[in-house]
């Protein structure tokens, strides 16, 4: 089965900063989302990315807050842009391999003070 | 719809007693669950999924029971261990509108020695 991994695993930063958390996958996939799950709650999805395409993203989630990159089949990138405290939370990704399930990564702690 | 956020409900048990969980699902078009496992500080892990098609699945120590016409999911698991303690997630997927995933609020297992 393909392993996934996200860098960094967590961070600390700063109000009004950017941090862009990257998700790599061993394995080409098609789609690869980006969630988000705040302390003691569960997934909420930011955005569907997929390779060659803009990313598709989920009500209450807009492009210049949380921009995200896919350039290739393996790879992808979300920035949590100018940062606040609420945006404190843990940002996960995962991938779909042509099934109907969903493998997730490790998750970035992300604190802002 | 999605998932609101709630603080997570909690379920106690005795090692090697028999623990369930239980889901509540809101689209009566969703055709395929999932039940994720997240130990802290880690991404969910799939645990085992159903098709609309069944109301049973067994796994190894794990059983997924559906009831679509109250759109309830369980998850049981034999002789609980203490290496099952971690927050358990369903998830409903319509499989014939993008396959997006809505995940239930999840539920707290901790499993006492």
């Known amino acids: 089965s393909a392993v996934i991994s996200q860098k960094p695993s967590r961070d600390i930063c700063q109000r009004g900063t950017s941090l862009t958390i990257q998700c790599q996958v061993d394995?080409?996939?098609?789609?690869m989302f980006w969630y988000r799950q705040q302390p003691g709650q569960s997934l909420t999805l930011i955005a569907t990315?997929?390779?060659?395409?803009?990313?598709?993203?989920e009500s209450g989630f807009v492009i210049d807050k949380f921009p995200i990159s896919r350039p290739n089949l393996t790879f992808s990138t979300l920035t949590v842009s100018n940062m606040s405290p609420e945006d404190s939370s843990i940002y996960l990704c995962?991938?779909?391999?042509?099934?109907?399930?969903?493998?997730f990564g490790p998750g970035t702690r992300l604190t802002v003070l | 719809g999605e998932s609101v956020g709630l603080h997570l409900p909690t379920l106690s048990v005795q090692e090697g007693d028999n623990s369930i969980i239980n889901c509540a699902y809101s689209?009566?078009?969703?055709?395929?669950f999932i039940w994720y496992k997240q130990e802290s500080g880690k991404g969910p892990q799939f645990i085992i999924d159903?098709?609309?098609?069944?109301d049973k699945r067994q796994g190894q120590r794990v059983t997924v029971l559906l009831n679509k016409t109250v759109k309830h999911l369980s998850l049981q698991i034999a002789a609980t261990q203490p290496g099952d303690s971690a927050v358990y997630f369903c998830?409903?997927?319509?499989?014939?509108?993008?396959?997006?995933?809505?995940f239930g609020t999840g539920t707290s297992l901790t499993v006492i020695p």
């Open positions: 689209n009566s078009a969703s055709d395929y």
């Open positions: 998830a409903e997927i319509t499989t014939n509108t993008g396959n997006q995933f809505y």
């Open positions: 159903i098709r609309s098609n069944m």
């Open positions: 394995s080409q996939v098609t789609m």
């Open positions: 995962s991938f779909g391999l042509g099934t109907d399930t969903q493998y």
């Open positions: 990315a997929n390779q060659g395409s803009e990313a598709t993203y």
